[in-house]
């Protein structure tokens, strides 16, 4: 799988190209040294033709279900019923699951970093340092993405390796629309090199981005987007779609603002979870953590102050799942937007998984 992702893989300058159509008065859009730091553009090749889909079902309470059976799911392709290829229920035992603990002091408020930062420790340090899955921190500051090194089941080694960690400092200021303009190119940049990066570790990945998110920059007052910017966006809203599904990755967002975020502010995510079918509906808060959690099938938990019980909430999925294949329609044109729903027999229970796909994914930017 490395082989044939490396091929399909080229560097690319979209997060800054996309913030520059979005806040061109506010800064210059030369690309520095700096704004040219690798960053992956979409694959080239197609999907699969078959549709994997990690499944996790729970009560409305929240407590995870693995007593159902294939005859208890029903996957709709846009509306439309199709056949079950293959099911099994799988363990984290079965297969491997790798953890990664996103710290994001870019976009968290200063004085939220060192608690942000202490409530990790403590998650890591629970059960005597014991974790059930093999884990890994990356951190995100100013001058870009620190990605893992090393994964280790030792949660006393992984809190020790964080608190020796430089990531209070901070030279972008979170308010100023300047640093909103910043805070989204490195964001982005960060996805795209975080989700390679999970691209190539076997089985299942579950990534926890640990932030209120970095700035969503969509809306009435951002209408005026030029086609181009449109096109730039909806190019990595299929990237990560694709390359997020083909490979098991699973995104998960944890607020550390706590109870006193607005909740309306903090939901505002919710008016783009759906999915875009088309490139000139496209705006940039499509991109965000938030949204591509969701459709991922993770969790975007907020209104919490406990940010260690939010992660052990979050890694319950990794614990068991149902594996469920489905043959997707033919496309009738490239990068085809199809929604998928996930239908439970049983009431009083919710699956969550992957809510959608690009069917021939095609027409990205050929490498360079």
Not at 20 to 27: D, T, V
Not at 113 to 120: E, F, H, K, W
Not at 249 to 254: A, C, G, H, K, V
Not at 289 to 315: A, F, H, P
């Amino acid at each position: 799988m490395t082989t044939n992702m490396t091929a399909n893989m080229t560097v690319t300058n979209n997060a800054t190209k996309l913030v520059c159509a979005i806040f061109p008065a506010l800064f210059a859009c030369s690309l520095s040294a700096a704004a040219q730091q690798p960053m992956l553009a979409a694959s080239t090749s197609p999907s699969p033709q078959q549709i994997k889909l990690d499944v996790v079902v729970d009560t409305k309470s929240g407590q995870p279900v693995t007593t159902l059976g294939q005859q208890d799911f029903t996957i709709l392709d846009n509306k439309s019923s199709r056949p079950i290829t293959s099911f099994k229920v799988v363990t984290g035992a079965q297969e491997p699951v790798s953890v990664i603990l996103f710290i994001d002091a870019v976009n968290t408020p200063y004085e939220l970093v060192a608690s942000m930062r202490s409530a990790t420790e403590n998650f890591l340090k629970r059960n005597d340092g014991a974790l059930a899955n093999p884990t890994a921190i990356a951190v995100l500051t100013d001058s870009g993405v620190q990605l893992p090194s090393t994964f280790s089941a030792n949660g006393m080694a992984l809190s020790d390796d964080l608190e020796h960690r430089e990531i209070g400092l901070r030279q972008i200021t979170r308010s100023s629309q300047w640093g909103a303009g910043d805070r989204l190119t490195i964001s982005i940049k960060a996805l795209h090199q975080l989700t390679f990066f999970a691209s190539r570790l076997p089985g299942r990945k579950i990534i926890l981005w640990i932030s209120p998110g970095f700035p969503l920059a969509s809306g009435p007052e951002y209408s005026t987007l030029s086609s181009k910017a449109e096109q730039e966006i909806f190019g990595d809203v299929i990237y990560f779609s694709t390359e997020l599904r083909q490979n098991k990755i699973t995104l998960y967002n944890i607020d550390p603002v706590g109870t006193s975020q607005s909740t309306l502010s903090a939901n505002y995510y919710q008016n783009f979870v759906k999915g875009v079918a088309k490139y000139d509906d496209a705006q940039l808060a499509d991109l965000s953590i938030q949204v591509l959690s969701e459709q991922t099938g993770g969790l975007d938990l907020i209104s919490d102050n406990d940010v260690s019980s939010m992660i052990q909430k979050c890694l319950l999925d990794a614990a068991s799942w149902y594996e469920i294949s489905f043959d997707p329609p033919p496309p009738d044109k490239p990068n085809e937007y199809h929604r998928i729903e996930v239908k439970l027999a049983r009431p009083g229970l919710i699956a969550r998984t992957r809510n959608g796909y690009y069917s021939n994914p095609t027409g990205f930017e050929p490498p360079h």
